[in-house]
Each structure stands twice: as C-alpha cells, then as structure tokens.
C-alpha cells in the first residue's frame, strides 16, 4: 500500500497563489500518472488537471492557464500551482496516483483550499 499526504492548502484571497503537493509514503515506487480533484459543498468531485506518465497534461476548461500540475519523479511528489485563484476554486483538493509496479489508484485525504473575495 502507498499512502498519499497532500499540504499546501490554506486561506488565500482572491488573485492569489497556492502551491500543493502530493507526496508518496514510500520512497521505493515510481510514480506514473498523477491527478488532482476538487470537491466544494454540495457538489461532485471534478478533474482539476492531471498527468499521465508520459508527461502530457489535461485540465478542466475552469482551470486552464491558471493552474499548472508537474511532478518530481526523484521525491516522488505531485504538485498543482494555483495561480489567480477565484472564490469558486474554494473546495477540497485531492490527489490520486498510479505508482510503477503496483496495482490500483491510490487518494490523499484532502487538503482545504478557501478563497476569500
């Protein structure tokens, strides 16, 4: 089993910037595919962006050109730059990731992100 910590999150106001990170539990996997979702009150969890292994990217038409998600292979850590953050980026934030050599996703807890007006 690989545990998924996320941090990072917080209160910012609107305009401005977070960075979180999903790091593994163990340092003998390889990370592939990683993914970051969101979840606000009352509402589904959404795709906020994601990574496959080979790099390329994909993110919710809400989130384009001001959140980027990269990984650090060698710390076997995700992150999602948030960028021009909006009241309605306020919600939950999830990580889920695929390892190398071992079967299934695996999820964070969450992490709490509110953007003030």
């Known amino acids: 089993q690989v545990q998924l910590v996320e941090s990072g999150g917080g209160l910012v106001q609107a305009g401005g910037s977070l960075r979180l990170s999903c790091a593994a539990s163990?340092?003998?996997?390889?990370?592939?595919?990683i993914g970051w979702y969101r979840q606000a009150p009352g509402k589904q969890r959404e795709l906020v962006a994601r990574?496959?292994?080979?790099?390329?990217?994909n993110y919710a038409d809400s989130v384009k050109g001001r959140f980027t998600i990269s990984r650090d292979n060698s710390k076997i850590t995700g992150y999602l730059q948030m960028n021009s953050l909006k009241p309605e980026d306020t919600a939950v934030y999830y990580c889920?990731?695929?390892?190398?050599?071992?079967?299934?996703?695996?999820w964070g807890r969450g992490t709490q992100v509110t953007v003030s007006s």
């Open positions: 889920k990731a695929a390892f190398g050599g071992i079967n299934g996703d695996f």
């Open positions: 990574m496959s292994s080979d790099g390329s990217t």
């Open positions: 163990r340092s003998i996997v390889m990370l592939n595919a």
